[in-house]
């Protein structure tokens, strides 16, 4: 009983570069499809970059059924449902994603409403509850963070009910994603932070929470790699090709080993506090992570310095504990560098979190299902305590 | 086979006396790695079992413990979980009413809002022998949970609550993050529930 199970599984196609978006027909006739309902949100859509979409579908024999551009920030029940019903109307028969997390998750959503026949996702609330195959469904992200084109994981707010309902299956995973970097272009810099330092958390907890396996740590590393010598360059200079294109498949290569390995107390404490405060998911993490690495530093030192020389600029000579010490500095130093370069919040004061909401946040917190992940143990005190550092 | 590490943690759950042998007294062992390669309906019973201590426990724990009943304090009266083992394993079922957990019964009942399978019996049996904590079946996707995850995540802290009452304290320190020190109050409790164990399988045991 001494080699712990885990489990591997990303049968995405990846196509990633330049004019990538190009071959979204010929996917969909691939997957024997011909019509596609395009999901994405006003941003996306206002930005001018579903005319790259359809401008894919020229003289392909395939086309597009309609437009759905009605995402907000977090999906929900009523959305999902409304997309569901244009799918059906339009006749489609595949889903088109294009956008951030949200659309993912609104996307993924409705296509279990669509294949199961059903209008309550309640039922299929947990894991592996999604009985039939679903819709072919390609995912073209407009943010280098989420990683969502390569996650089993689907987040949607019931409204009916108030709570947030999580999905997880190998079958939400889309059937292709698209890496092309005109798609991240326009990103605001503090967007591009932001999000990037979101792939970051990914990518570090994937490596040293609980579901860690040989696998996942490839894709964590290979991640790392590309975030580190990126996300300043993508930040700075949001023209930079190459920069953005190398932060999409760092997001990626996050998405893939957090997907198989899960996060930890970070997200916990990003999901709680987005979920009283609404502060955006990667603006949480940032704040997060340093705190999250010292908060296992004592059982994972020695997995986290293995990082070392992909964080610190000199890593040091020292034992394990000196070099995991260094590596959440320099976390710490890179969003110091990048709230220079575009205002990116590095304290929870700065977010519009309020003192006396640090109660409410540590207690979702604790129930947050990352949290099993996590290799330290966090009670209700603890995690007040860290939220009351990181304010 | 039998690794370096399966003879380090080797240790014994039964010892029959053989009988017969020209050599004398046999004893035979059956070391915790051997468990998994019992019958079936052997492995079911033993599941059946842990399962019944663990809804026994529940209910004994949940009349005497503070920190149970504080845990279980925001429920609302009413919430069911059950616990059980895909696909035609032994299941319980467990469900809030006042300030306490009571057990409802042997499988599924009605509608939980929570249900946590083992994917396997031998995924189960690692759980219920000690050789893994609830925690390290989650994240080597041992089990999956149908139902809210903030709930389940409720759920499993009483759980931890009540394995501390129910398992050994070398269990404790082998599976759970943080393996709790308890107090002289908690250990006298701890002796209620061992003395109180037996007689409530035994009550229990036709529900």
């Known amino acids: 009983?001494?080699?712990?199970?885990?489990?591997?599984?990303?049968?995405?196609?990846?196509?990633?570069?330049?004019?990538?978006?190009?071959?979204?027909?010929?996917?969909?006739?691939?997957?024997?499809?011909?019509?596609a309902l395009i999901v994405t949100d006003k941003g996306?859509?206002?930005?001018?970059?579903?005319?790259?979409?359809?401008?894919?579908?020229?003289g392909s024999g395939c086309e597009i059924g309609a437009i759905f551009d009605e995402t907000p920030p977090d999906s929900s029940n009523r959305i999902v449902n409304k997309v569901?019903?244009?799918?059906k109307e339009k006749k489609c028969d595949c889903f088109v994603a294009?956008?951030?997390?949200?659309?993912?998750?609104?996307?993924?959503?409705?296509?279990?409403?669509?294949?199961?026949?059903?209008?309550?996702l309640m039922k299929f609330q947990g894991a592996d509850r999604i009985s039939r195959q679903l819709k072919p469904f390609m995912a073209v992200p407009t943010t280098a963070g989420t990683g969502s084109e390569v996650t089993l994981v689907a987040v949607i707010y019931n409204e009916d009910k108030n709570c947030k309902m999580a999905f997880t299956s190998d079958r939400l995973l889309p059937n292709a994603a698209f890496l092309d970097p005109r798609m991240t272009m326009s990103l605001p810099p503090k967007i591009t932070a932001?999000?990037?330092?979101?792939?970051?958390?990914?990518?570090?907890?994937?490596?040293?929470?609980l579901q860690k396996n040989p696998v996942s740590d490839a894709f964590a590393i290979s991640a790392i790699k590309l975030i580190m010598a990126n996300i300043e360059k993508a930040t700075e200079k949001g023209d930079?090709?190459?920069?953005?294109?190398?932060?999409?498949?760092?997001?990626?290569?996050?998405?893939?080993?957090?997907?198989?390995?899960?996060?930890?107390?970070?997200?916990?404490?990003?999901?709680?506090?987005?979920?009283?405060?609404?502060?955006?998911?990667?603006v949480a993490n940032s704040i997060f992570l340093p705190y999250g690495m010292e908060q296992n530093l004592e059982k994972c030192s020695a997995t986290i310095a293995e990082l070392s020389p992909l964080l610190c600029k000199t890593p040091p000579s020292g034992g394990s504990v000196e070099k995991a010490k260094c590596c959440i500095q320099s976390i710490r130093d890179l969003a110091d560098r990048l709230n220079k370069l575009c205002g990116l919040p590095t304290r929870l004061r700065d977010t519009g979190v309020k003192e006396t909401d640090l109660p409410e946040i540590a207690k979702l917190t604790i129930n947050d299902g990352s949290l099993v992940y996590n290799p330290e143990e966090l009670t209700f005190d603890e995690a007040l305590e860290i939220l009351k550092k990181a304010f | 086979m039998i690794t370096r590490r399966h003879r380090k943690h080797r240790c014994y759950i039964s010892r029959?006396?053989?009988?017969?042998?020209?050599?004398?007294?046999?004893?035979?062992?059956?070391s915790i790695s051997e468990i998994f390669n019992l019958d079936y309906g052997i492995k079911k019973s033993i599941a059946s079992t842990a399962l019944l201590a663990?809804?026994?426990?529940?209910?004994?724990?949940?009349?005497?413990?503070?920190?149970?009943?504080?845990e279980i304090s925001s429920w609302e009266d009413g919430r069911t979980f059950a616990l059980g083992v895909l696909k035609d394993g032994p299941s319980i079922t467990l469900m809030k009413k006042g300030d306490r957990i009571k057990y409802l019964g042997k499988g599924i009942q009605g509608d939980p809002a929570i249900t946590i399978y083992f994917k396997n019996i031998d995924s189960a049996l690692m759980v219920f022998i000690g050789l893994i904590g609830a925690h390290t079946a989650s994240v080597q996707r041992r089990v999956i949970v149908h139902g809210d995850l903030s709930k389940t995540m409720e759920v499993m802290r009483t759980m931890n609550i009540v394995q501390m009452y129910l398992m050994p304290g070398i269990v404790l320190k082998k599976t759970f993050k943080r393996p709790p020190e308890l107090s002289g109050k908690q250990l006298a409790l701890k002796a209620q529930i061992y003395a109180g164990l037996v007689p409530g399988l035994i009550l229990s045991g036709s529900k």
């Open chain 1, 1 to 35: 009983m001494g080699t712990p199970l885990f489990e591997f599984y990303c049968p995405v196609k990846i196509i990633s570069g330049d004019l990538a978006l190009a071959n979204v027909p010929h996917e969909m006739e691939q997957l024997g499809t011909k019509r």
């Open chain 1, 44 to 58: 996306v859509a206002g930005a001018g970059l579903i005319k790259y979409v359809e401008m894919a579908f020229e």
């Open chain 1, 84 to 87: 569901a019903e244009l799918f």
């Open chain 1, 98 to 120: 294009v956008g951030g997390g949200s659309c993912m998750d609104t996307t993924k959503g409705a296509n279990i409403v669509v294949s199961e026949g059903t209008d309550d």
């Open chain 1, 194 to 209: 932001a999000t990037g330092m979101d792939a970051l958390t990914h990518a570090v907890e994937a490596y040293f929470c």
């Open chain 1, 240 to 282: 930079d090709v190459t920069a953005r294109l190398n932060m999409a498949n760092g997001a990626l290569l996050a998405g893939i080993a957090f997907s198989n390995s899960m996060v930890g107390v970070v997200h916990s404490l990003a999901h709680a506090t987005g979920g009283v405060c609404h502060v955006p998911h990667g």
């Open chain 2, 16 to 30: 029959f006396s053989g009988t017969g042998s020209p050599e004398g007294e046999r004893t035979m062992k059956l």
């Open chain 2, 54 to 70: 663990l809804s026994v426990t529940y209910e004994m724990v949940s009349k005497k413990s503070r920190e149970l009943k504080d």
